[in-house]
């Protein structure tokens, strides 16, 4: 990471950084709305100035470096509201796992970034906080769920920053705000202090303006822990000689069949001017058949409400944040969850209640899971002729603030082309492609095999090798 | 499967939301919307096809157990709404 090696080089300070990070943050933030809380500067330049007195040879992969954490992250002392009425001023007593490795590897955090209420959205408008405006347009949306924090990587406020990806909730901001936005295998990062959204789904994973930060961001937030028995056995390390071996003698799956109908015609142009990127440097491609993705839509739409349904039956006024009162027990909890959580987070409470419910278990969860195999089947016979899968990672472009946000199936549309990664446990990144005759950023998808993360990372980084999208920078944010 | 405001209202109960008249039919109509998309999973045969339960380790880790330090009751008991002699308080249950 270039700003990394300034740090150790010692030809600039953290103190310096983190001054510098916070000042853009005031200059840009009014107008973007990226973060929901700041860590006050005193405290911040403090912990910068330790760094500053500490030997060099302590100092770890990203020491001075500024980050951000999507607020559904546990960070010891600071607020953590999940961008919910629910969570309004509760300040959790423990650190997350990928926060305190990432902490360890020296990184300065900032603050906590705006979200869909408890990631629940894929434009950040149902945070309970206002919404987060895209930077390369502010009439737009950044994307979400973890919308802040891609919004503030690309505002160049933070060079890294940390979300949750649980159906396409890191890539579908990444693409839309213009930056690598990676979703881990299912497994490689702890999902300890990450406040549960749908479990089996769920995964935590960074944003950096390039492939190569992600991957150092990777590197030190994965690996198993006792605390997530979920975690994958084995350490995830940078694999310098991986990242950089090109894209000579791989194959990539190209669905052709996924590219038609709703692909935005721009979209579609960047992806297959990508190819020919990818393939001009050596990859080969072939055509591969995958399910339509309507039926990862709909089974998501099931597993993942019904997952949460389950999840977010802790926030009843008992043990932390918002209680309305009532005389007795049950007026309490039903008040509290009334006014508590938003509109969309009770619709799909609603949904995944119902999906749970006696009588119709087994014509929706249980064929949600089947298809799940289905799934993971269909991805097992692409696999065979290919190294990864490439997509768009975005059917459209950002859209206007305001704009789906009346209609949840249009809303859940947008993620056509991530919920199937998120279903199988692949990993997938997204890295800006190109850019609309509006400006606005589009987006390559690439797709691994279960626990292939570095190949993911392998060919976006050969792609930005070959490309400068990501160094473009939205107007008056560089 | 045609949703009915008593489902509503059932489904509700269940998850402990409270709901109004309104909320009802609002309700009624967007569940109706999406679970009429979602079932287009019937279209799919999934006859002796094995749930997908979980993705990635297929056997969880086993540890000793032993006792560890944990957060001391007072720290846990800080962002609760209400308190009384270390443990959290909330409203009557039984008349």
């Not at chain 1, 920053?161 to 890191?170: E, K, N, P, R």
């Not at chain 1, 881990?184 to 995964?203: E, H, I, K, N, T």
């Not at chain 1, 000579?248 to 038609?260: D, F, H, I, K």
Request: contains cysteine.
């Amino acid at each position: 990471m270039e700003l990394a090696a300034r740090l150790r080089a010692g030809s600039v300070r953290p103190t310096e950084v983190v001054e510098a990070a916070l000042d853009s943050i005031a200059a840009r933030d009014g107008d973007v709305h990226a973060f929901l809380h700041l860590r006050d500067r005193t405290e911040l330049l403090a912990e910068a100035r330790r760094l500053e007195d500490a030997p060099r040879s302590e100092w770890g992969p990203l020491a001075g470096v500024p980050a951000a954490l999507k607020d559904n992250m546990c960070m010891e002392g600071s607020p953590c509201t999940c961008g919910s009425r629910i969570l309004e001023g509760y300040r959790p007593p423990y650190n997350a796992t990928a926060v305190r490795k990432l902490r360890a590897a020296g990184a300065i955090i900032l603050g906590k970034t705006n979200l869909d209420e408890f990631a629940m959205g894929s434009s950040t408008e149902n945070s309970a906080y206002g919404p987060t405006r895209n930077p390369w347009d502010l009439g737009r949306v950044p994307g979400g769920s973890s919308g802040g924090s891609a919004a503030a990587v690309a505002a160049d406020m933070v060079p890294i920053a940390l979300g949750s990806d649980t159906g396409g909730s890191v890539r579908q901001p990444a693409a839309l705000c213009g930056v690598a936005g990676l979703k881990p295998s299912y497994g490689r990062v702890s999902r300890y202090g990450l406040v549960a959204f749908a479990s089996s789904l769920d995964q935590i994973g960074p944003f950096a303006r390039s492939v190569e930060d992600a991957a150092l961001a990777l590197s030190v937030i994965a690996g198993p822990d006792p605390l997530d028995s979920t975690c994958s056995p084995g350490e995830w390390r940078l694999d310098r000689a991986e990242l950089d071996a090109g894209v000579r003698g791989l194959t990539l799956g190209v669905p052709e069949s996924l590219l038609g109908e709703g692909l935005d015609p721009e979209m579609k142009a960047a992806f297959h001017a990508s190819l020919e990127t990818l393939t001009g440097a050596g990859a080969a491609r072939a055509t591969v058949e995958l399910m339509d993705p309507s039926y990862a839509l709909s089974a998501y739409y099931i597993v993942a409400p019904a997952e949460a349904s389950s999840n977010l039956a802790r926030f009843d006024g008992v043990r932390y944040g918002l209680r309305e009162p009532s005389a007795d027990l049950l007026g309490m909890y039903l008040s509290t969850r009334r006014s508590g959580f938003g509109p969309e987070v009770r619709r799909r409470i609603m949904i995944g209640t119902y999906a749970l419910s006696a009588g119709y278990y087994d014509a929706y969860y249980l064929k949600a899971q089947q298809v799940r195999t289905l799934i993971r089947r269909d991805f097992e016979r692409a696999f065979e002729q290919c190294d990864v899968v490439v997509l768009p990672t975005s059917p459209t472009p950002a859209f206007a603030l305001g704009e789906k946000i009346t209609d949840p199936l249009s809303m859940y549309l947008n993620d056509v082309y991530t919920l199937a990664v998120n279903l199988a446990g692949l990993p997938a990144l997204s890295v800006p492609n190109g850019f609309s005759r509006a400006g606005l950023p589009l987006s390559l998808q690439i797709l691994g095999k279960p626990g292939a993360d570095g190949e993911v990372l392998r060919v976006g980084h050969a792609f930005q090798k070959l490309t400068d999208h990501h160094r473009r920078r939205p107007e008056g944010m560089a | 499967m045609k949703l009915t405001a008593d489902d509503i209202r059932h489904v509700a109960r269940l998850a402990r939301i409270e709901l109004d008249r309104p909320d009802t039919e609002k309700y009624l109509e967007e569940l109706g919307r999406i679970l009429g998309y979602v079932d287009k999973l019937s279209q799919l045969d999934t006859q002796g096809v094995p749930p997908t339960t979980a993705v990635g380790a297929s056997e969880l880790p086993r540890r000793e157990d032993e006792p560890r330090a944990c957060l001391a009751t007072e720290t846990l008991l800080s962002g609760a709404p209400a308190r009384r002699e270390g443990h959290f308080r909330v409203p009557r249950v039984v008349e």
